[in-house]
């Protein structure tokens, strides 16, 4: 079966930068779009970032871009999200999620295959 496993979170300052992985196994990585979702306390989750098939294309949410990269190695079955300049409204537990066949579309209901998640937290 499809297993999303995240790790990378932790405690960051303000301004600080840390790195998410998202390793998959029980399918074939390179055939999906993969993205990265957020969800804080008491909302919903929203999406941050997705990736293409190949890494060649990308699409971010406008509250992470120019912040957050995300990128895959699909010899590793990984998928990354580099986030800098960290700021306390990023607070929350971040997903991996394998997209259903589709285009990087930002509605979580597209993704069939969700991680565990890993906490950040970023003080002020």
């Known amino acids: 079966q499809v297993q999303l496993v995240e790790s990378g979170g932790g405690l960051v300052q303000a301004g600080g930068s840390l790195r998410l992985s998202c390793v998959a196994s029980?399918?074939?990585?390179?055939?999906?779009?993969m993205g990265w979702f957020r969800q804080a306390p008491g909302k919903e989750r929203e999406f941050a970032a997705a990736?293409?098939?190949?890494?060649?294309?990308?699409r971010y949410a406008d509250s992470v871009k120019g912040r957050f990269t995300i990128s895959r190695d699909n010899a590793k079955n990984t998928v990354y999200l580099q986030m800098n300049s960290l700021k306390p409204e990023d607070t929350a537990v971040y997903y991996c999620?394998?997209?259903?066949?589709?285009?990087?579309?930002?509605?979580?209901?597209?993704?069939?295959?969700w991680g565990q998640g890993t906490q950040v937290t970023v003080s002020s």
């Open positions: 990736i293409s098939r190949s890494g060649a294309g990308t």
């Open positions: 029980g399918l074939t990585f390179r055939y999906y779009e």
């Open positions: 999620a394998r997209e259903s066949p589709g285009v990087m579309t930002t509605d979580p209901k597209n993704y069939d295959a």
